[in-house]
């Protein structure tokens, strides 16, 4: 059976790409009588907010879109997590790297745009000091050496059967988790996809350069491989990127102007975009 997700975080309102990814995932697993999963990316509370989260369902339900319970909310799902962490580290598979926090905290959310797998490396060769860690912030990063001495370079299938293989410099000492939270986007996002039994990830093509970490996190962990698809992007037509910050129209918006949700969302799965926008391949 397909199983997709639509995988927002809850820290602003969604537009028109957020509608294209759902639209996508929601017709992918309905025409093929498959389950449509929501989880909610609330892990960075800093940003997130609880109104958020019902303007993800609301605009969802405008769209016309429905899906498959539970939710899933990663902050209630620390435990999970841990246990991942845990048994990575049990391992050796993991070091703690005190580097600076605003890399870290960086790490928490998906890396739309280019993802940042450059670490020089500066904590990978410390003696483990429990004590420092005791005292100091500090992040947990993969061992990507160690990881691939166990496992291939991990391979991955985009929907329509194109094979695609993971590059080692595709492969950082991603962060895993940090002191005060308990699992970076790529380890959550696996974990979670596992557990709701997802077997196609639809998700922006902004997304794929995270495709060869959370493969390798699947096989080092013994969780299931799904099936991707990474879309093209949704943008204003001068190329600009919907993000929230440069102020995108919201669903919301788009819902208060007059525009039907049902009619959108017919649109966008036949490619086709309201006027100022275009898509971008990547
Ligand atoms: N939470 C991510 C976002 O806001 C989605 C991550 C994914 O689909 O893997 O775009």
Not at 74 to 90: F, G, M, P, V, W
Request: net charge neutral; proline share 6%.
């Amino acid at each position: 059976m397909i199983v997709t997700r639509f995988a927002p975080s809850p820290s602003g309102r969604l537009h028109l790409g957020h509608a294209f990814s759902a639209a996508i995932g929601h017709a992918k697993a309905r025409q093929a009588g498959g389950k449509f999963r929501l989880r909610i990316e609330d892990l960075d509370q800093t940003r997130c907010k609880p109104e958020f989260v019902a303007g993800i369902t609301e605009d969802l339900r405008w769209l016309g879109l429905d899906w498959d319970e539970p939710v899933l909310v990663q902050s209630q799902r620390t435990a999970a997590y841990q246990e991942a962490l845990d048994d990575l580290k049990a391992r050796g598979l993991v070091f703690a790297c005190f580097c600076t926090r605003a890399n870290i905290a960086q790490s928490l959310t998906a890396p739309h745009g280019d993802a940042a797998t450059s670490y020089p490396g500066t904590c990978r060769a410390l003696p483990d000091d429990p004590e420092r860690r005791a005292t100091s912030p500090h992040s947990w990063r993969l061992n990507s050496g160690k990881a691939l001495e166990l496992t291939e370079l991990p391979t991955w299938t985009e929907v329509g059967g194109k094979q695609f293989q993971a590059r080692a410099i595709d492969i950082g000492d991603a962060i895993l988790a940090r002191k005060d939270a308990p699992a970076s986007y790529h380890l959550s996002c696996v974990v979670d996809d596992a557990a709701s039994g997802v077997t196609l990830v639809v998700r922006g093509a902004d997304l794929r350069p995270s495709t060869p970490i959370q493969r390798l996190l699947q096989e080092l962990l013994g969780l299931p491989q799904p099936t991707y698809l990474h879309h093209p992007l949704v943008t204003h037509e001068d190329g600009r990127r919907l993000a929230k910050r440069e102020l995108a129209p919201t669903l919301a918006a788009m819902r208060e102007s007059g525009v039907d949700g049902l009619e959108l969302d017919a649109d966008l799965l036949a490619g086709k975009l309201p006027l100022g926008f275009t898509f971008r391949e990547g």
